[in-house]
């Protein structure tokens, strides 16, 4: 686990389960990401990682070295993030710019054959956009079309 003075990432466990399914977003973010509650069954290569205030789950994301990694890069040591949410009632705090200002020590730490992390942004998810630059991500220039429009891929490299 990597933390800082009250954040923390950690890998999922079943004692996160209640919090992280009483999970919420408001319709104008549920478009663009998904709650942790979808992922209750996951395949091998996926990754549940825990966002944690005071070892409370306050936001989710998933890391995947699966081949579905290769949609976004040719790196054959990279990971997809996907699924990043911070529960609403969390929001404004902070956390989301905390945890991913953790991710590459955290990455570093508990997957050490990856060196680029990548994503995909929605066009239209401004918010999402900016926070992952202000955290050190690049916008890779490449664009693919999602379930709801263009994507901007972006990456960050460890």
Known sequence: MKKTDYLELGHFTDEYMDVLNSFELPK????????????????????????????????????HSTDRVKDYSDNPQAMLLTALSINHAEQGKGYAKQSMLLLRSFVTVEFPNCNEIVLAVNQKNKPAQQLYLTVGFQDTGVRKMGPIGEQYIMNLLL
């Not at 663009?32 to 996926?46: D, H, V």
């Open 28 to 63: 104008e973010q549920s478009q663009f990401t998904s709650l942790p509650s979808n992922y209750k069954e996951i395949r091998e290569g996926q990754y549940r990682i825990v966002i944690l205030n005071h070892k409370v789950p306050v936001g989710f994301f998933l890391l």
